[in-house]
C-alpha cells in the first residue's frame, strides 16, 4: 500500500517559517518526482515546487521563489519544504505528491499551514 504522509504544518505568526516532511513508503522513492501542492479555501489547487527523482532539478511557483525551499532525502524515503517569510496568503491545505508515470501518481492527506497573527 502506497502512503504519503505530511507533517509539520500549524499555525505560524506572518514573517515566521516552517518545515514540512512528507514521508513515503510503498513505493521505490528514489524512482519518483516530488511535488508540494496547496489549495486554500475557494481556490483550486496549485503546485508549489517540485523536484527531480535524484533532486538535480527543482521547480518554483513565482510567489514562492526565494521563500521556500524544496529537498529530498531518498535515504530516508523522505521530501521536505521548507518555507520561510511566511505571509498570510501561503494560508491552504499543503499536499505532497509523487508522481512517476501518470497512472503511478500518488497523494497525501494534506496539511494544514496557516498565517496569522
Known amino acids: 500500500e502506497v502512503q504519503l504522509v505530511e507533517s509539520g504544518g500549524g499555525l505560524v505568526q506572518p514573517g515566521g517559517s516552517l518545515r514540512l516532511s512528507c514521508a513515503a513508503s510503498?513505493?521505490?522513492?528514489?524512482?519518483?518526482?516530488m511535488s508540494w501542492y496547496r489549495q486554500a479555501p475557494g481556490k483550486e489547487r496549485e503546485l508549489v515546487a517540485s523536484i527531480t527523482s535524484a533532486g538535480g532539478n527543482t521547480h518554483y511557483a513565482d510567489s514562492v521563489k526565494g521563500r521556500f525551499t524544496i529537498s529530498r532525502d531518498n535515504a530516508r524515503n523522505t521530501a521536505y519544504l521548507h518555507m520561510n517569510s511566511l505571509k498570510p496568503g501561503d494560508t491552504a491545505v499543503y499536499y505532497c505528491?509523487?508522481?512517476?508515470?501518470?497512472?503511478?501518481?500518488?497523494w497525501g492527506q494534506g496539511t494544514q499551514v496557516t498565517i496569522s497573527s
Open positions: 505528491n509523487a508522481r512517476r508515470t501518470s497512472y503511478l501518481d500518488y
Open positions: 510503498g513505493i521505490t522513492f528514489s524512482s519518483y518526482a
